[in-house]
Every structure is written in structure tokens, then in C-alpha cells.
């Protein structure tokens, strides 16, 4: 199982990096966070998006649920 802070170091941050390796392993509620973030910073919007509805969808209670919520209801 891969961290996203393990990936984010073993990447030095570059965020086409951390796509790269975290697109290849099963994501996790621990590890989609990164993920996510790394897609906005490279500016890639809906695959963020599309994201963000699958943590919501597999992870309604999770810690960045509620914040995934907002930005989803901003976009509307």
C-alpha cells in the first residue's frame, strides 16, 4: 500500500510524479487526497473533480469530506 506522503517525498513534490505512481496503486481514503491535489496543482480540473465524487462516494465521513463538499457546492 502506498502513502501519499511517502509518494510526495520519494517524487521530491513534483506533481506529475505523484500522479504517475499513485494512478498505478489502488487509491486509498488516505492516499486520494494526494492525488487530488496533485491534479488542481497541474491543472487538471476534472480529472480533480472526478476524484473528489468517488472520496465522497466511497468515503462520506472522511476527513476531507466536508471540504470536498464545499468545493462541490462552489462548482455549482
Avoid: W
Avoid at 32 to 55: M, S
Amino acid at each position: 500500500r502506498l502513502s501519499g506522503r511517502e509518494v510526495m517525498r520519494e517524487c521530491n513534490f513534483n506533481n506529475r510524479c505523484v500522479i504517475q505512481r499513485l494512478n498505478r496503486a489502488p487509491t486509498t481514503r488516505e492516499s486520494l487526497p494526494f492525488l487530488i491535489e496533485a491534479y488542481k496543482a497541474v491543472g487538471n480540473t476534472a480529472a480533480a473533480q472526478r476524484l473528489i465524487q468517488d472520496y465522497l462516494r466511497r468515503y462520506p465521513t472522511g476527513p476531507h469530506a466536508s471540504g470536498y463538499r464545499r468545493q462541490v457546492s462552489a462548482q455549482s
